[in-house]
């Protein structure tokens, strides 16, 4: 596929959505045709339907696995429906969230094992990996107090212990070790205007190289 696939990792309040939207406006003027900018369920009916279901705070008995799979169907439908076809297009999609996430929050966070989520997204995504991955790192204690500062109603997973945030972003400093080459780690600690800078000139770098 032509194009290029790049996506925003990292914890909660770690910056991707302001980030993402912050370089956004610098890129349009040089790429704007060519820039898709998604996030995961991705907007359509089907993605958004089961996004719901994993985040109501009334599903208390979803079993862990039930929940990965339900991540991983919906973004089978957002590939399907939003970025295979952008790539086929040759665009650039920058996209909060992908596989990372699941690896990450499923794997680590609610221990099903990193392995078993990799491979049941291999599925999902029939092999489709981001050319560059930008991932946001901060302590689960920054990020943790950044969203309780968003006003946004408290979801099933930001509602989880310290534990569990804390297992989340060690499984993210392994996947960004175990793939130097595609994951450029960003320290999110950062003030915002040196993270938006560092992002910004990663994703052109990748695009002029690509
Ligand atoms: N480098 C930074 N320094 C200070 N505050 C920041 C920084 N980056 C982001 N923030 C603030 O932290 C809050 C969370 O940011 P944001 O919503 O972009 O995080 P996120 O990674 O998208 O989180 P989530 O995974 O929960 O969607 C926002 O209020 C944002 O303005
Ligand atoms: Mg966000």
Redesign the pocket.
Known sequence: MAGLLITFE??????????LSAIVKQLTQDYGSRLVVTREPGGNQISEAIRHIILDPKNTEMDVRTEALLYAAARRQHINETIAPALAANQVVLC?RFVDSSVAYQGAGREIGEDAVYEMNQFATDGLTPDLTLY?DVPSEVGLA??R??EKAVDRLDAEALSFHQRVRASYLRLAQANPERIRTID?????AT?IAEADQLVRRAITQA
């Open positions: 990292g914890p909660d309040g770690a910056g991707k959505t302001t980030v909060d946001f950044r969203t500062t968003r999110a600690t950062q003030p915002l993270v």
